[in-house]
């Protein structure tokens, strides 16, 4: 269930659950950073509250696995989110 809603913790709610949350998911993803699904899953995790971490580890996924359409499709829906905010 890594990377779905059912693991969305909201700074503004609890934020010191969100930061030992944020922290966890960037320590796993320094410590395995040839796994895809890992990177992945800590973007996802990263994207509403901290972008431009998100489209990092998305980037980096996208060089681990260039023909794996999820990681274009991750980059778009950040990129798309964040022409929302600026309009």
Known sequence: IAGTPFCYLDP???P??????KQ???DHAKAQPKDAL???NAAKFLRLHDAAQAERLFKEARAL???NPE???QLA???S???AKDS
């Open 38 to 40: 890992i990177l992945g």
């Open 71 to 73: 990681w274009f499709d």
């Open 24 to 26: 966890l998911w960037l």
């Open 16 to 21: 010191t659950a969100y930061g030992e949350a």
């Open 81 to 83: 989110r964040q022409g």
């Open 12 to 14: 503004i709610i609890d």
């Open 65 to 67: 696995e260039p023909k």
């Open 77 to 79: 829906q950040l990129y």
